[in-house]
Nanobody
C-alpha cells in the first residue's frame, strides 16, 4: 500500500510563493511517475504538473513558467514550487503516484487571496 502525505499548503497573497511537498511511504520512489493535481470548488480535478521516472516534466498551460515540479528519490519526496500565485490557483492540491495503479494523497489546501 502506497501512502502519500502532502504538506506546505496555506494562505498566500497574490504574487506570493509556496512549496508543496509530498512524502511517499514506498520502498523506492524511482519506479513511480509522480504528479500534482488540483481541484477547485465546483470544478473537476485537473493535472497541474507531472514528472516521470526519467525526470521528464510537463505542466498545465495555466501554470507554465510559474510552477516547478521536482523529485528527490532518495528522500521519497516530490515537490511543487509555486511562484507568482494567482487567485485562480486556489484549490486543494493532491499528490499522485502511478505504477500500474494510481495512488492519491489526502490533499492540501492552497488559498491565494489578499
Amino acid at each position: 500500500q502506497v501512502k502519500l502525505v502532502e504538506s506546505g499548503g496555506g494562505l498566500v497573497q497574490p504574487g506570493g510563493s509556496l512549496r508543496l511537498s509530498c512524502a511517499a511511504s514506498v520502498i523506492s520512489l524511482s519506479i513511480y511517475n509522480m504528479g500534482w493535481y488540483r481541484q477547485a470548488p465546483g470544478k473537476q480535478r485537473e493535472l497541474v504538473a507531472r514528472i516521470t521516472t526519467g525526470f521528464t516534466t510537463n505542466y498545465a498551460d495555466s501554470v507554465k513558467g510559474r510552477f516547478t515540479i521536482s523529485r528527490d528519490n532518495p528522500k521519497n519526496t516530490v515537490y511543487l514550487q509555486m511562484n507568482s500565485l494567482k487567485p485562480e490557483d486556489t484549490a486543494v492540491y493532491y499528490c499522485n503516484a502511478n505504477y500500474y495503479y494510481d495512488y492519491w494523497g489526502q490533499g492540501t489546501q492552497v488559498t491565494v487571496s489578499s
